[in-house]
């Protein structure tokens, strides 16, 4: 028997912090849960944080110059986006910390650096617009983000979104520089070109627009043998496209979904005359505000209930 006294067990540091909620809600740590579970719950959030990182790795391209390889990048954000949302959906882990880390990813990926990439590209055709269409970019895509965290219905119809999501918005930009190697072609005024413009402003202003676009969430979750073969079939165009030629696939993709809005209002009689209204976006239902009311500070406080 040892002579000196047992002595405790030294705790860990991170043994010392627990999260708390600032509802009060139960808080369970990931080294409460077994190795599969927390694997489980973590999942979606390795895809996010590989899209936070094509993203940071984009704006530093384009500060050097490698303006492909930037666009490149954020297909690879697409994907990652696409992926971790897909991810959540199967193994069940969608939480309100994994739509806020999305959120802050995609600000990233899909706001700063399509603005960054586009500033880049542009500067020294036209530095002033550059500069504008940019910021612009960036502030859309906050706004769009924002917007969508606190107008989130579960009642909603998901088969569409309510204005241009940011990674379609960014696929434009992305597949146009892809394409291209210098911003001076098209429409020119005062003998510079304006794609640059148009690839920024029109896509940013669609991020805020009330427009809906569909979602096409069946293709990634198809439930009935019909969707099944549906998305392979599409699976298999894309690889085909991009393997032969990935410039001018990349550019059918990210414009085509760009025109399913106006097509989709132009045609909408058409479609709800031969196959019926369920085929037609529905009118869209006002949110109530999720503003908090004025408090005026005259007014004295409310007593403390009984046990505070």
């Given at each position: 028997?040892?002579p000196?006294?047992p002595t ?10 627990r999260?708390v ?6 808080v ?8 599969r ?5 973590t ?8 899209n936070l990182?094509?993203?940071f790795?984009c704006?530093?391209m ?5 303006f492909?390889i930037a666009a490149?990048?954020i297909?690879?954000?697409i ?7 897909a991810?959540a ?11 806020q880390?999305d959120s802050l990813?995609d600000?990233i990926?899909?706001?700063?650096a399509?603005?960054?990439l586009?500033y ?7 530095p002033?617009m550059?500069w ?9 895509a906050a706004?769009?983000?924002a917007?969508f ?10 088969r569409y979104w309510?204005?241009?999501p940011?990674p379609?918005?960014?696929?434009v ?6 394409a291209?190697?210098?911003p001076?072609?098209g429409?020119?005024?005062?003998g510079?070109?304006l794609l640059?413009?148009a690839?920024?402003v029109?896509?940013a202003l669609l991020m805020?627009?009330t ?9 990634l979750?198809p439930?009935?043998g019909r969707a099944?073969?549906?998305?392979m079939c ?8 991009l393997?032969v030629?990935p ?14 809005a106006p097509?989709g209002?132009l ?6 005359k031969?196959?019926?209204p369920?085929t037609v976006?529905p009118p869209r ?10 408090v005026?500070e ?5 007593e403390?209930c009984?046990?505070?």
């Open positions: 028997m040892s000196y006294p405790k067990p030294r705790r860990r540091i991170l043994d010392r912090w999260l909620s600032p509802s009060g809600a139960e369970v740590s990931l080294r409460q849960l077994s190795p579970e927390r694997l489980r719950v999942a979606p959030s390795f895809f996010t944080t590989a990182f094509c993203g790795s704006v530093l384009a500060f050097t110059g490698h492909q490149s990048l297909a690879f954000s994907i990652f986006d696409i992926a971790d949302g991810v959906r199967a193994v069940g882990a969608t939480s309100p910390f994994g739509i880390l990813a600000l990926s899909f706001g700063l399509p603005a960054v586009v880049t590209w542009a500067l020294k055709e036209w002033v550059a504008a269409a940019a910021f612009l970019w960036l502030a859309c706004f769009r983000l917007r965290n606190v107008t989130i219905d579960p009642v909603s119809d998901k309510v204005g241009m940011s379609g918005a960014a696929a930009i992305m597949a146009t520089i892809f291209l190697d210098t001076d072609i429409p020119r005024v005062a510079t070109s640059p413009v690839i920024s029109i896509p805020v627009s427009v809906r676009f569909r979602s096409f969430r069946y293709l979750s439930k009935t099944k073969l549906t998305t599409v699976v298999v165009a894309i690889i085909v496209g393997l030629n410039a001018a696939t990349l550019l059918v993709l990210a414009y085509s979904f760009v025109a399913t097509l209002v045609t909408a009689p058409i479609r709800s031969i196959w019926g369920e976006v239902t006002r949110l109530r505000s999720v503003f908090l009311p004025m005026d005259d007014q004295p406080a409310s403390p009984e046990g505070d």
